[in-house]
């Protein structure tokens, strides 16, 4: 039969084949390789994808059944607003506290122009929602001045500590740096001293003991 005779032949090419070395071999499959024309779907879909246009701007472009679709896609192209933060941005140049405080000194008049405006306000208002707002925006805005100057005297003891250290080194003493936690205690002393002179400790002190009793009965597992 025709079966069994190609078969046969199929056999003999590959018993002559088997002598040959490998490097034979691949030297005549490179001379018998002759470039092959594309499918014409894969040509097809690639044109097509090329070619595809919108015959009017307000409709949606056309697209193909043989990719699936992807869960997002770009109907319109926008373009992407790039964020940046001036505080680290090396574009923006390097932040300086001193001439910070100096070109923004004018807020602090403006702040209490603004709280004594608030005062006027508040005497004059008879509403009791008004009153309890206005008083709510006078004691943030009081807060925020008194941070304000707080930081200020702060940055005032840091400068001068700072000059007597740069004068001792200059006359042969060794640098000192002092820690934040030794820092802390001055400051703590330092607030002390103040509350005692203005009689105020003894009410500072009760605030205190009531702020750490709330802390502690947080804590307190219940039953």
Do not use: W
């Amino acid at each position: 039969s025709s079966e069994d005779n190609e078969e046969e032949t199929l056999e003999d090419l590959r018993d002559s084949v088997a002598d040959i070395p490998f490097e034979k071999l691949a030297a005549i499959n490179e001379q018998s390789n002759v470039p092959r024309p594309k499918s014409s779907a894969r040509s097809e879909t690639s044109s097509s994808s090329h070619d595809k246009k919108r015959l009017n701007k307000n409709r949606p472009s056309e697209m193909s059944s043989k990719f699936p679709v992807p869960r997002h896609r770009d109907v319109v192209s926008t373009s992407t607003k790039e964020v940046r933060d001036p505080r680290f941005e090396s574009l923006c140049g390097d932040f300086d506290e001193n001439a910070f405080m100096k070109s923004y000194a004018f807020l602090k008049e403006v702040k209490q122009g603004e709280a004594e405006a608030l005062k006027k306000q508040l005497a004059r208002t008879k509403n009791k929602e008004e009153k309890g707002k206005l008083k709510t925006e006078l004691k943030n805005l009081e807060l925020e001045i008194k941070q304000d100057e707080v930081k200020e005297v702060k940055k005032k003891e840091k400068t001068e500590q700072r000059k007597k250290e740069t004068e001792l080194v200059s006359k042969g003493k060794k640098p000192f740096y002092m820690k934040k936690a030794e820092s802390k205690k001055q400051e703590l002393i330092k607030k002390y001293k103040q509350l005692q002179e203005s009689g105020r400790l003894d009410s500072y002190l009760v605030k205190r003991r009531k702020k750490h009793a709330t802390k502690d009965h947080r804590l307190v597992p219940y039953a």
